[in-house]
């Protein structure tokens, strides 16, 4: 399997070079799709990932940085599906969101004035709940709560990190957090892969708690202060640690 960082950035002004979050797992040519950050459809299509073969969208939570590119990414594997004249392989894409609500919006602006019989592209919305969420024959994603949006409310938690079990392997994707220990529940049963947002954290305290907590592979994504400050003085502490950290940048594609 293979882990494509697509956009890296916080959700700061714009930045030469980096695009709010975005990330895809392929696993045999499918494409497991994680948070949706502006421009994320544009950079994968022209750094050759078939967006057709987008198998499911996980949205963390409903923040710009997270979704701002989540209208395009539909409607371009809608735009690939006419142009190319074939049917989207998987049937029905499904859109797994905190908020059924304000992902309908973003689908309406999305597909906004086509009234098509049998639409080109049909998407579902699922609402996240803690606990397993997504199966197949390759993979199972859990979601576990963060209280990055405050606890929570009538209709549920507002944002989630994710566990992805596949070949084998956890990987832990955080989302946003307000502290990594909400993550211990997937953590602690064993992480392979860590990837882990720095927008709200510093380095060292991440690779101290993945230390603490038998992580054997870190990467950070979605920067913040820390990076931004001074990435080689964060890139020089995390050589202070014997286990494998890198800052990740976009464009970065990893073997897992
Ligand atoms: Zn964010």
Known sequence: MKVHFIGTCSGTRPKEGMHHCALAFEIDGRYYWFDAGENCSYFAHTNGIDLLN????????????????????????????????????????????????????IRKVAFAYRKEKTPALRTKGHKIREGLIYKDDKVRISAIHSRHLGESGIFGWHAFGFLIEAEGKRIVYSGDQKTPEDLNKFIDAGCDYFIMETGHHWCQDVCEYAKNHGVKVLRFNHHGRDVFRNREECEEKIKNYDFDIKICYDGMTEEI
Do not use: C, E, Q
Not at 63 to 85: E, F, P, Y
């Open 54 to 105: 987008v198998k499911a969208i996980f949205i963390s939570h409903m923040h710009t940085d997270h979704t701002g590119g989540l209208a395009n990414l539909l409607w371009t594997i809608r735009k690939l599906v006419v142009s190319k004249k074939v049917p989207y392989p998987f049937g029905v894409l499904p859109v797994y969101v905190p908020d059924l609500k304000l992902f309908r919006y």
